[in-house]
C-alpha cells in the first residue's frame, strides 16, 4: 500500500508541477506582448537608392501590398503598382492610384 501510495504522489506532483510550467508560459510569452501598435506598423522598408540627383526609398505597405517609391531629394511621391504574388510584375489598377499617404506624420 505504501508503494502505490508513493507513486501516486509523485505522478501528481509531477503532473502540478507540469500544469505550472505550462501556465506561467503563456503568462510569460513576450512575443506576443499587446501593446500599442505604431502609426506606421504596416510599412516596410525595400530598399533604397541613390543617384547622381537624387535618393529615394521604396516602401510596400502590407495591409494592401501597395509599392511606393519616395524620392529624398525632390520630396516626390510614385505609386509604383500593387505586389500581388512574388515573382510577378507588380500589377498597376486600372482606376486611379491610391491617395499617397501624408508625407509628415
Known amino acids: 500500500m505504501q508503494h502505490t501510495d508513493r507513486v501516486m504522489k509523485i505522478l501528481?506532483?509531477?503532473?502540478?508541477?507540469?500544469?505550472?510550467?505550462?501556465?506561467?508560459?503563456t503568462f510569460l510569452d513576450f512575443t506576443a506582448a499587446s501593446g500599442h501598435m505604431s502609426k506606421y506598423d504596416y510599412i516596410q522598408y525595400?530598399?533604397?537608392?541613390?543617384?547622381?540627383?537624387?535618393?529615394?526609398?521604396?516602401?510596400?505597405?502590407?495591409?494592401?501590398?501597395?509599392v511606393w517609391l519616395?524620392?529624398?531629394?525632390?520630396?516626390?511621391?510614385?505609386?509604383?503598382?500593387?505586389?500581388?504574388e512574388l515573382g510577378r510584375p507588380l500589377v498597376r489598377s486600372r482606376h486611379s492610384a491610391p491617395a499617397a499617404p501624408p508625407s509628415r506624420p
Not at 506532483?13 to 506561467?24: E, G, N, Q, R
Not at 530598399?47 to 501597395?66: E, H, K, W, Y
Not at 519616395?70 to 500581388?84: I, N
Open 12 to 25: 501528481l506532483c509531477a503532473l502540478v508541477f507540469l500544469l505550472a510550467f505550462l501556465s506561467t508560459r
Open 46 to 66: 525595400l530598399g533604397g537608392f541613390v543617384g547622381s540627383s537624387d535618393a529615394a526609398m521604396v516602401l510596400l505597405d502590407t495591409r494592401n501590398g501597395d
Open 70 to 84: 519616395y524620392g529624398l531629394g525632390e520630396q516626390t511621391v510614385l505609386y509604383l503598382g500593387q505586389l500581388t
